[in-house]
């Protein structure tokens, strides 16, 4: 009897609030899926009023929007994170936990947050965008969409206006209403970037200045080349004109975020190879304003000379390294931490993810590493979080970080295909 009202109350409140969608699912498998749901059915129609005034707060326009995320967040929630990981391996400091935010994230890379919780992620080699919905706010992804496929690797992600930005290896693209379902097509903002895929993928973020930043990575290990275009960070209008070089000298930046208060922007650089286990150091660098060299190929860190490109100046005439970083630890994604969650050391801090060495005979980095800064000069280098890499085998690369509203870390892992939140409670 119990069972019986309660199917027809399920019914009834799926025909009154759900009426609109074109499947309104009341069978045996709909109530084998609300059986496994953590959402508290109950009531449903004021959880659907909260999703929904949720995301159409965004300033993102997905249309039609309260169609499709009600029917994406009415389809199930999974809460499925029992991806076999061993996180227990990984040390954090004391009061810091990490769990799995979304998992089954082929590739993970670059992430970008919208205002309502929608967290975009990019992916160099399965060409996929995707997009990931936090239905109920419980800080675990109920669904991961993929929005876009077979593009270029299309690394980076950034939003702006209401619209997704998507980079691809020579072209930009924006995504005026973001496609949940691929349905829509991009608009090209600008392609007038190389096609070498190597360092390639690009991170793009918007600054300050509202002018979107893209980075062209030197397309080899070191090289000097005439096409200016190579070894820099570029910035455009947000509808693509105006494009010029903001800094030069950049080996491969696939990170960077502007400080919350003198808003300069801070970007990591990725070192050469085959200099030996030790040089070149990775490097965290400092751009308080745009026309900067930084040094590749000539000018490694902030002391190495370059063997082959460099001179006896080369070090002493550009802009060194605001910060060397371990040899080889693939610095990529680094973000500012601005929450209000972390303990006030933390406060406007860098947190770096450290993807990991390969050209180096004992590993390093496969880690989120932090560095801090006094009078905007970075002093202390340390390990927030480890435990990825297990002795020379890694099970796990971190890519990107970003911060939540909430003050949580999320951080891309594009090995263990997965998102994972580090927490603070104290
Ligand atoms: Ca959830
Ligand atoms: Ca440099």
């Excluded at 800094?247 to 975020?257: E, P, Q």
Aim: glycine residues 8%; aromatic residues 8%.
């Amino acid at each position: 009897m119990m069972k019986h009202t309660l199917n027809l109350v399920r019914i009834f409140i799926c025909i009154l609030i759900l009426g609109i969608l074109q499947t309104c699912d009341s069978s045996n498998n709909s109530s084998e899926q609300d059986q496994g749901d953590e959402i508290s059915v109950n009531p449903l129609d004021d959880q659907m009023t909260e999703i929904l005034e949720q995301y159409q707060g965004d300033g993102i326009s997905v249309s039609p929007l309260d169609d499709q995320i009600m029917e994406i967040c009415q389809g199930s929630f999974s809460e499925d994170t029992s991806q076999n990981l061993p996180l227990d391996q990984i040390q954090l400091p004391d009061g810091f936990t990490i769990s799995i935010y979304a998992n089954n994230i082929e590739d993970a890379r670059s992430m970008a947050l919208s205002k309502a919780g929608i967290l975009f992620v990019g992916n160099r080699q399965s060409g996929k965008v995707y997009a990931v919905l936090d239905c109920n706010s419980d800080h675990q992804a109920d669904q991961v969409l993929t929005i876009a496929e077979n593009l270029n690797s299309p690394n980076g992600v950034a939003l702006y206006d209401g619209a997704l930005y998507v980079a691809e290896i020579n072209r930009v693209l924006k995504y005026t209403h973001i496609p949940l379902d691929q349905t829509a097509s991009p608009l090209t903002v600008n392609d007038n970037f190389p096609s070498d895929g190597a360092h390639g993928w690009k991170f793009i973020r918007f600054g300050p200045d509202e002018k979107l930043y893209v980075p062209v990575g030197a397309p080899c290990n070191v090289c000097q080349q005439e096409d200016e275009r190579y070894a820099a960070i570029h910035r455009m209008n947000p509808d693509g004109t105006e494009l010029e070089i903001f800094a030069s000298g950049v080996r491969n930046t696939v990170g960077f975020d502007w400080h919350p208060i003198t808003q300069e922007l801070w970007f990591t650089d990725n070192g050469r190879d085959w200099l030996g286990d030790d040089l070149p150091p990775d490097e965290l660098n400092h751009a308080p304003q745009s026309g900067l060299h930084f040094g590749f190929p000539f000018c490694h860190g902030t002391t190495t000379t370059d063997p082959e490109f460099g001179n006896s100046n080369s070090c002493s005439e550009l802009t060194p390294a605001a910060r060397e970083l371990g040899p080889h630890v693939a610095a990529l994604g680094m973000r500012f931490y601005t929450g209000n969650m972390f303990p006030a050391e933390y406060r406007n801090q860098i947190l770096i993810a450290e993807h990991g060495s390969w050209n180096r005979s004992i590993p390093i980095g496969y880690r989120i590493t932090m560095v801090k800064l006094e009078d905007n000069q970075p002093t202390v280098y340390q390990v927030f979080a480890e435990g990825w890499l297990q002795g020379s085998e890694s099970w796990g690369r971190p890519v990107d970080v970003l911060v939540m509203p909430d003050g949580a870390l999320l951080v891309s892992d594009d090995k263990a295909d997965v998102i994972y939140r580090i927490a603070y409670q104290d």
